[in-house]
T-cell receptor, first 114, second 110 residues
Framework: DAGVIQSPRHEVTEMGQEVTLRCKPI?????LFWYRQTMMRGLELLIY????????DSGMPEDRFSAKMPNASFSTLKIQPSEPRDSAVYFC????????????FGPGTRLTVL | GENVEQHPSTLSVQEGDSAVIKCTYS??????FPWYKQELGKRPQLIID?????GEKKDQRIAVTLNKTAKHFSLHITETQPEDSAVYFC?????????FGAGTRLTVKP
């Protein structure tokens, strides 16, 4: 298996633009997580899905952020409109059957909002 | 919700020495405590975890201890090597969420 796949790896955009980050979890994994990592705030869990259903989105910073998982092999994290303070590395991770199973992280998307 | 504090924020040791990183958590219902290692520019990777029904777990040079009464858990690395240099994160799973510590930057000097 190729592991968790994220695209793009790097994204540079201007303030106010819409940004869409993509993730393909490991095949057969029921859980998918979106994290954000910054120097100031460290690693934060934004939202996670179980069998494509959002379970906890309490970490989503504000309404500008939204996440979807239309099927078991694809998820998106969208920021609209983007702001400079959204600049961070966004990681997607997946785990087999429980939040307490080993989470495998993707390579991350480095987002820079100018 | 859960709140996790991690200490120290930086740790420098000589190769061969031991390193200890400590975390405290606030939610007594937390039942799962993973530790992640993140090398510079790379993704976090799980190195060891412990569940609330266990007090200690070991995997070669790495061990984790859990004190549920005091609500703290620790990562112990023995015989440190330069390749252990990385940022280490602890985490605690509450009812529905996972909270991470701020991270410890470990440097192992050869």
């Amino acid at each position: 298996d190729a592991g968790v796949i994220q695209s793009p790896r790097h994204e540079v955009t201007e303030m106010g633009q819409e940004v869409t980050l993509r993730c393909k979890p490991i095949s057969g994994h029921d859980y998918l997580f979106w994290y954000r990592q910054t120097m100031m705030r460290g690693l934060e869990l934004l939202i996670y899905f179980n069998n494509n259903v959002p379970i906890d989105d309490s970490g989503m910073p504000e309404d500008r952020f939204s996440a979807k998982m239309p099927n078991a092999s694809f998820s998106t994290l969208k920021i609209q409109p983007s702001e400079p303070r959204d600049s961070a590395v966004y990681f997607c991770a997946s785990s087999f059957q429980a939040i307490t199973d080993t989470q495998y992280f993707g390579p991350g998307t480095r987002l820079t909002v100018l | 919700g859960e709140n996790v504090e991690q200490h120290p924020s930086t740790l420098s040791v000589q190769e061969g020495d031991s390193a200890v990183i400590k975390c405290t958590y606030s939610d007594s219902a937390s039942n799962y405590f993973p530790w992640y290692k993140q090398e510079l520019g790379k993704r976090p990777q799980l190195i060891i975890d412990i569940r609330s029904n266990v007090g200690e777990k070991k995997d070669q040079r790495i061990a984790v201890t859990l004190n549920k009464t005091a609500k703290h858990f620790s990562l112990h690395i023995t015989e440190t090597q330069p390749e252990d240099s990385a940022v280490y994160f602890c985490a605690a799973k509450g009812n529905n969420d996972m909270r991470f510590g701020a991270g410890t930057r470990l440097t192992v000097k050869p």
